[in-house]
């Protein structure tokens, strides 16, 4: 994946995309696999907004069957589906637990309608990947971290989780073999109207620091909360936000789900990268979308909910590893509680032809960018029809799954890779991972984890600064590694890391520093002090 910036101006575009988040990602992804041509601009790195900053499930949405949302969990059920099997590596499933304690607002009776249906919305009703019943003893045996004293039963039932940067990334590379331009860090800054109809826009590359006119016959809003920025007539929309909190390790293979005492709402404690991720929060939002951040009362709100139901451990403030917040585009509604309001998706077309996506899920966000698609081809005269549906992804070896990633974990072993850091680089890269291994083989000492806790291995963190369109430090250590939310890193290792990378991607001391400020500013080393670099 490289960046190439004189692309842009080099030929009209059937469409352009504004906004490289999962929406944008899949709408050029299928854009340019039904032949069209396609530019993708974002104004940051990939995925650097809502999409780095989920819950890293795709799921139905269990909870949406409360407001009766059918259509929508049934709907995102479908594409959990045919994740699972088109993208193993980048979709896994994850099983969750429901403990039923004295007094839960969801008791025995409620939990079994609802996940009878769930698995019947699904297709897996009395399969294996049905739900399960629990008794008392059952359940705290599989959840020791929890306190027993008021468990009553409780119910397991299965989603899938991901990597939701790296998911991003995947359809951006994708999206960049079918023949889409694809540029971070740059921005739409103005449209360029000809007879009342959009044909183009100005858009400022950051890196470059230069501004070019980008000319296309259709043109595309993902900008997610930045959405009425560049749209012509006013939308309805509200925004909430969503903190989660990164813990040390609590649970093994398996997620909870939980409902909060002070408002009755569902927050999850999930594991990840071997920690665990614990959120989120679901409040109102009218503050600066440039500036979301993590707030005291979201950290004790999900502290003491968490501290609620655990027996084996109690959290402090000073066991938060790492923490990120996101801003929800939500359509409009007469319903009150953020919680309550639909998470479906919408697509409005102005009097200028612009089409904008509003809203959404981003396990549905793959159904959605085809309907947009759908759109730019009716509005073009083409005949094109979707071909992301039941696509193996771009990274999915062409071989069986299973046998290719056990003649992987075998190799792996071989060049001294610990058994966790080499599942994870599956996951992470697919079939991508041999190349990983040349470096290995070139280099042995690539093969160490980068910090010992983290099942992350130096040649990974090359092959991410060498192809990944890494343009700045947080691209590569929030996003294509989030070593900054899974790791209290200290300015030392900071540095030690920069010291792997910095020849790679041609950073000077200058560059270094930099980069290293940029990082402090975001809050990255809060609390700690960066030494500048001396040259
Ligand atoms: C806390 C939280 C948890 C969630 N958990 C889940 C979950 O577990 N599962 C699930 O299915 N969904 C979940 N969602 C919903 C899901 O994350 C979002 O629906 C999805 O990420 C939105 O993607 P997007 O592409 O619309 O927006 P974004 O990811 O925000 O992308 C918009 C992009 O546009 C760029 N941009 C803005 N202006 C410009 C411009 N002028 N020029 C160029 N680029 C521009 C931005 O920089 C940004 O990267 C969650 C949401 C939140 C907030």
């Known amino acids: 994946m490289q960046r190439d910036f004189s692309k842009l101006t080099t030929q009209p575009f059937d469409v352009l995309i504004c906004g490289g988040g999962i929406y944008g990602a899949w709408t050029a992804y299928d854009a340019a696999l039904r032949g069209l041509k396609v530019a993708l601009v974002e104004q940051g790195d990939w995925a650097s907004a809502t999409s780095s900053a989920s819950s890293k499930l795709i799921h139905g949405g269990l909870r949406y069957l409360e407001s009766l949302d059918i259509k929508l969990v049934k709907k995102a059920l479908r594409e959990r589906q045919m994740l699972l099997q088109v993208a193993p590596h980048r979709v896994w499933p ?28 699904a297709g897996t009703l009395g399969g294996s990947q049905a739900h399960r019943y629990f008794s008392r003893g059952v359940f705290a045996e599989y959840f020791p971290c929890l306190d ?77 909360q930045w959405l009425s920025e560049i749209q012509p007539e006013p939308v309805e929309y509200r925004l909430t936000k969503g903190v989660h909190l990164i813990l040390p390790k609590i649970l093994e293979n398996e ?70 917040a996101g801003l929800r585009v939500l359509k409009q509604s007469p319903k009150t509680s953020p919680s309550a309001v639909s998470r479906d998706w919408e697509l409005k077309i102005a009097y200028n032809g612009l089409l904008t996506s509003i809203g959404g899920k981003f396990t549905s966000a793959r159904e959605d960018a085809a309907q947009i698609v759908n759109t730019i081809c009716h509005n073009l005269g083409l005949n094109e029809s979707c071909q992301t549906d039941g696509k193996a992804f771009p990274w ?90 899974l790791s209290k890193m200290t300015p030392a290792e900071c540095r030690a890391i920069t010291d792997i990378i910095a020849t790679t991607l041609a950073w000077d001391t200058d560059k270094l520093n930099d980069e290293l400020a940029i990082c402090t500013r975001k809050g990255f080393f809060s609390g700690k002090t960066i030494q500048r670099l001396e040259k």
């Not at 637990?97 to 309608?113: E, H, M, T, Y």
């Not at 939980?258 to 959120?279: C, E, H, K, S």
């Open 94 to 121: 994850l099983r969750f637990g429901i403990p039923v304690f004295a007094g839960s607002r969801l008791n025995r009776f409620r939990l079994k309608i609802g996940l009878t249906l769930y698995d019947y919305l």
């Open 148 to 224: 027993p004293s008021s468990l009553i039963n409780g119910f397991s039932y299965l989603d899938a989780q991901t990597d939701d940067a790296r998911f991003t990334l995947e359809l951006i590379d994708g999206a960049l073999s079918a023949g889409a331009v694809c540029l971070n860090y740059c921005k739409v800054t103005e449209f360029i109207e000809h007879n009342g109809r959009l044909c183009g826009a100005k858009v400022h590359s950051s890196v470059e620091d230069q501004s070019v006119d980008v000319f296309a016959r259709q043109i595309v809003n993902t900008t997610g």
């Open 255 to 324: 997620a909870l789900l939980l409902t909060a005492q002070a408002d009755g709402r569902v927050f999850f404690m999930i594991p990840w990268y071997g920690l665990t991720l614990l959120g989120t929060t679901d409040t109102p939002y009218d503050g600066d979308i440039e500036q979301v951040k993590v707030e005291a009362d979201h950290i004790d709100y999900l502290l003491t909910e968490a501290n609620r139901v655990l027996k084996s451990v109690h959290w402090n403030k000073s066991d938060i590893i790492g923490q990120y």
């Open 396 to 485: 999915l070896p062409e071989t069986d799954y299973r046998q290719w990633s056990a003649t992987i974990l075998a190799n792996a072993k071989s060049l001294y890779i610990d058994d966790e850091s080499a599942l994870w680089l599956i996951k992470r890269h697919a079939k991508r991972v041999p190349l990983i291994f040349e470096l290995i083989a070139n280099a042995p000492h690539l093969a160490k984890r980068i910090i010992p806790s983290l099942p992350f291995i130096v040649a990974d963190l090359v092959f991410c600064a060498r192809h990944e369109m890494v343009v700045h430090l947080d691209d590569l250590l929030r996003r294509r590694m989030p070593l900054f939310i």
